[in-house]
């Protein structure tokens, strides 16, 4: 199982959000450089950033995103990439992935085109509150429901799909690994797990789930709740 750090990006700092509510942001670090340059010594196969500006409708932090997409650690960039100048832009940065939300819920026919246009580029994202897929920052409620959005990604060549427990995200609880497991069944694409990990046995029950590939971790890193090299240790 993958191991993906997270760094999330506002107003140029690294921070963490509780439940995506920008009220209550912790900030960890004036520049992510050197936060994602402290991953790419430890070994990390990738990173997973986002652009919470952007995410926000605020202007996007692109020269902020170039200069970590120079330190050469592939990132999977998140945050804002809502039509295809965005997405274009993201892969031609140097960043190695496209995580993309909204146009996920909104048009995943539009999706589906652009991700067989773009093998193995996208990652689509599905944030999930109370069974409901969030969109526009978690703001929004979506049209369609998780099941068929699954459905409809299912064959898609993507490398993964990201799901969020929104109501964990950031809050250190423990992550839904049934959320997870579900959303790699029906979609048919290995789950990236996101939301709530908060101990080294929460990545040990994920690595247990064949349909997970991936778990991603914030704040438990930022706070000490484990090592990031006793985490990879466990996750390879």
């Known amino acids: 199982m993958e191991l993906i750090p997270a760094i999330d990006l506002r107003h140029g700092r690294a921070v963490r959000l509780r439940q995506g509510d920008d009220a209550r942001a912790t900030i960890y670090g004036d520049d992510p450089v050197a936060v994602l340059e402290s991953y790419a010594r430890a070994g990390v196969s990738r990173v997973h950033v986002v652009d919470l500006d952007a995410a926000l409708g605020e202007a996007p932090q692109r020269e902020l995103i170039e200069r970590m997409a120079a330190v050469g ?15 274009d832009w993201a892969l031609g940065a140097g960043c190695d992935r496209a995580v993309i939300g909204s146009l996920v819920a909104r048009d995943v026919e539009t999706f589906r085109k652009l991700a067989e246009e ?42 993964a799909v990201l799901v969020t427990d929104v109501e964990r995200d950031g809050m250190m609880t423990g992550p839904n690994l049934e959320l997870a497991r579900r959303v790699g069944i029906t979609s048919g694409i290995p789950a990236l797990l996101s939301g709530g990990v908060h101990a080294l046995s929460d990545l040990e029950a994920a690595r247990q789930i064949p349909e997970i590939g991936g778990a991603i971790v914030g704040r438990a890193l930022y706070e000490g709740a484990f090592t990031l090299e006793e985490a990879l240790a466990l996750c390879d």
């Open 73 to 87: 650690t592939p990132l999977q960039l998140g945050g804002g990439l809502r039509g295809r100048e965005a997405i």
């Open 118 to 159: 773009l093998p193995g580029r996208l990652v689509p994202a599905l944030d999930v509150a109370n069974g409901e897929v969030r969109i526009a920052g978690w703001k929004e409620g979506a049209a369609r429901n998780l099941g068929d959005l699954c459905g409809h990604l299912m064959g898609a060549p993507c490398p």
